[in-house]
């Protein structure tokens, strides 16, 4: 299965690509999707929106993990990320790409195994099962790989549930 882990943004959006097959990851690509401060808004989300379809053609993922957005203290933000999230799932869709979401304690307790994980503890584990060299750059590309690894993990889980309740 391959996956795009995406952590959602309207300044940055982190992207991590990878193939999950027989309970392994292998890393196919990551970055971020930036965009500049004085750029209109709206500008901003087309310029997500086309940097973001052209991965989809690229890597042509089966599913998409995205985290859950969570109430945040700064509306304007949390209403400027949700509509830049809103695009991104938008793009999937149209692709029939299997859309996941998860909040950040089921991503921290996926790669960490502890839901109460630091970011450091949950980009180090990342690190390290993708086995990559270092830890990515910004931030948002690591915890975009975080996605992806909760999203393989989750599916693993669900697979074995179907097959012992068959």
């Known amino acids: 299965m391959r996956i795009i882990g995406i952590d959602p943004g309207y300044a ?3 992207f991590g690509i990878v193939d999950y097959i027989g ?8 970055g971020a ?30 599913a998409l993990s995205i985290e859950r957005l ?6 304007k933000t949390g209403i400027d990320v ?15 790409i299997e859309i996941n979401e998860y909040t950040p304690l089921q991503v921290k307790q ?16 990342t690190r390290k099962i993708l086995k990559l060299k270092t830890i990515p750059k910004p931030d ?13 993990q989750s599916s693993g889980s669900l697979i074995r549930n179907l097959k012992t309740n068959i």
Do not use: S
């Open 12 to 14: 940055i959006v982190g």
């Open 23 to 30: 309970g392994k990851f292998t890393v196919l690509d990551y």
């Open 33 to 62: 999707i930036t965009t500049d401060k004085d750029t209109p808004f709206p500008q901003r989300l087309c310029e997500i929106y086309d940097d973001y379809c052209h991965i989809l053609d690229t890597w042509k993922p089966d």
């Open 70 to 75: 969570y109430f945040t203290n700064n509306q």
């Open 82 to 96: 949700a509509q830049a999230r809103g695009i991104i799932m938008m793009a999937a869709q149209q692709r029939n």
């Open 110 to 125: 996926a790669v960490v195994g502890y839901g109460q994980a630091v970011k450091k503890q949950v980009q180090e584990m």
């Open 140 to 152: 948002d590309t690591a915890d975009a790989l975080a996605m992806t690894i909760c999203h393989g």
